[in-house]
């Protein structure tokens, strides 16, 4: 099997978040980068599918050099190839268009992406793909098996979830339940030194041009003070809730 | 010219959220003087739409769509999309819609924000605020494309009453088939949903153990709220993985959200930013949550959530 996983280079998740050139850029003084939760789910299930069944692993991501070190931290959790596409992501389908180029040059078989980054949190990308490359496409998805060409997924619905039959060439919108959380790889200091040696590869963007385009960001208004009620007044407690809050 | 709107069913019924795109699909015609055609698929009696502005239903009848199907979906709003000539689609942002919205972006050429919080603040440029890093903060958005497919946040713009009149019209779309099969659903149908909920009563790791996860149920069935759980809860297996809540789970947007035993951290407190009161009970009065809620008890969670349950019930029997 010859698999692609796509990797978001994101704002790790206690970064605080901040904006700079008049509310229009995001600020990254300070910020830790990290593989996008979502696709490191998927990328460890990749693993497991190379590990159990034999497969090839490449990542890829559409952006500057400056996430290089995410597609290194990958490669060294045990992916076998990079691909880095160069230039800098402007919106999902832009991102979407790239990748797919890449899918169809490198004949992939199982595309997994993160169902959403938690940057932008779009949710577009892996849906996206699927259409432009006429690839099956299940997201939201807690479980993947593969047989030959035929897979089972399930996908997490509104208030419970559904097992689909589906076959290959897939697109995968993944999150947490395609591996628990104590699967999930520290590189250690072998899966380091290789990753260097592996190749990682810069292609030219197709140029393709994005249909939407941030133009400001807000942060929330500042939240008013708690107020406080005490342990032995709960009727206090649901007076509030009702008659000011009108929650109840 | 005209403003589609998605409005979805189960079991030939329009969820809640149907009526919420209805009224935002209404006040974007509204603003640019146009007017409101929905799409329903196996809904039943569609009249009720226009209570919430849409002028006229595309009604579909099809028992090959009886189960969700994202392709095939798509297409059927795609192919109403033209028929139209629709520059705006507005869907919700429930899991269903979420799925599709991709697609059928690829379908019509059409630019496509998630997440969007409020009304257009310009239509030309079509300009919308969209929610980014999982609720730490907004983005404005422009589409650019001549169509465009705006997802709807749960609970950002609420339901509308304009005293209307739906039309309704058969529309028989041609269904691609599909190589995505549902083979079995899974869904508990006594239970409300952290989709559906107007309320959500979470535990954490403060509650010491998933055995006494007994009040959390108690409290929710009184209040009619889904439960849910923090990150920790759901690692350590207390709880499902569905029931956790943050930026790497689920995100809320409940009218209440009920905390117990959850310190806040920041994760946890994205994710459930949407959301509109907030009560925390801890009893660590330096747990970051208290800075995040509207109301909050220090206090032991398991002596203040009995007291609550009691008084509820009291104040339920008083209010019935």
């Known amino acids: 099997m010859n698999i692609l996983v796509c990797i978001s280079h994101v704002p790790d998740t206690t970064s605080k978040i901040n904006f700079t050139e008049n509310d229009t850029k995001f600020d990254t003084n300070g910020v830790q980068f990290v593989i996008n939760p979502n696709d490191e789910f998927g990328l460890t299930r990749a693993m497991w599918f190379k590990e159990k069944q034999g497969a090839k692993v490449t990542v890829v991501n559409v952006g500057g050099a400056e996430t290089e070190p995410t597609l290194r931290k990958a490669l060294a959790i045990g992916a076998d190839a990079a691909i880095r596409v160069n230039t800098e992501a402007k919106d999902g389908f832009q991102v979407a268009k790239e990748l797919a180029n890449v899918v169809k040059d490198g004949g992939y078989d199982l595309v997994i992406a993160g169902r959403e980054s938690i940057d932008y949190n779009g949710g577009m990308v892996p849906g996206m793909l699927a259409a432009l490359t006429n690839s099956n496409f299940v997201t939201n998805c807690i479980s993947l098996e593969v047989d030959g060409t035929n897979a089972t997924a399930m996908r997490e619905i509104d208030g419970g979830k559904e097992t689909v039959s589906t076959s290959l060439p897939l697109v995968i919108g993944g999150q947490k339940g395609l591996v628990e959380e104590s699967d999930l790889r520290i590189p250690n200091m072998r899966g380091i030194m290789m990753a260097r040696q592996k190749p990682l590869s810069v292609v030219e963007p197709l140029n393709a041009s994005a249909e939407t385009a941030s133009v400001k960001f807000e942060k929330p208004a500042p939240k008013g003070a708690v107020t406080l009620v005490d342990a032995d007044n709960i009727d206090e407690l649901i007076n509030l809730l009702h008659n000011e809050a009108k929650a109840i | ?320």
């Not at chain 2, 039943?44 to 009848?61: A, F, H, P, Q, R």
């Open chain 2, 1 to 320: 010219m005209s403003v589609l709107v998605y409005t979805e069913s189960e079991q030939g019924k329009f969820k809640k959220t149907a009526f919420e795109v209805a009224s935002y699909a209404k006040a974007v015609a509204d603003q640019m003087g146009t007017t409101v055609t929905a799409v329903a698929i196996n809904a039943g009696d569609t009249s009720e739409l226009g209570t919430y502005g849409v002028d006229k239903v595309l009604s579909i009848t099809n028992s090959d769509l009886d189960k969700f199907n994202a392709n095939a979906y798509a297409s059927a709003i795609e192919q109403a999309a033209k028929q139209e000539n629709a520059n705006v689609v507005v869907i919700s942002s429930s899991a269903d819609s979420k799925y599709l919205a991709p697609i059928l972006s690829i379908g019509l050429d059409a630019g496509y924000a998630s997440n969007v919080v409020e009304t257009p603040s310009s239509t030309a440029p079509f300009t919308v605020k969209r929610t980014a890093f999982t609720n730490k903060a907004f983005n404005m958005t422009t589409i650019d494309t001549d169509t465009k497919v705006v997802g709807v946040s749960k609970n950002a713009f609420g339901l509308v009453e304009s005293n209307g009149n739906a039309t309704s019209e058969d529309f028989s779309p041609a269904i691609p088939s599909s190589g995505v099969t549902v083979e079995s659903v899974d869904k508990a149908t006594d239970k409300v949903t952290i989709a559906d909920a107007e309320i959500v009563v979470s535990g954490g790791r403060g509650l010491k153990g998933p055995e006494n996860w007994g009040m959390i149920e108690e409290l929710a069935d009184v209040l009619g709220a889904a439960t849910a759980c923090s990150k920790p809860v759901s690692d350590l297996g207390w709880r499902p993985h569905s029931e956790h809540v943050g930026q790497t789970g689920k995100p809320v947007a409940s009218n209440l959200y009920i905390a117990i035993g959850i310190s806040g951290a920041i994760q946890h407190l994205a994710g459930i930013n949407s959301s509109k009161v907030k009560v925390v009970i801890n009893t660590d009065p330096e747990a970051p949550f208290f800075k995040a809620a509207d109301y909050g008890v220090v206090g032991d969670a398991f002596e203040v959530v009995p007291a609550l349950i009691e008084k509820l019930k009291a104040f339920k029997a008083q209010n019935a």
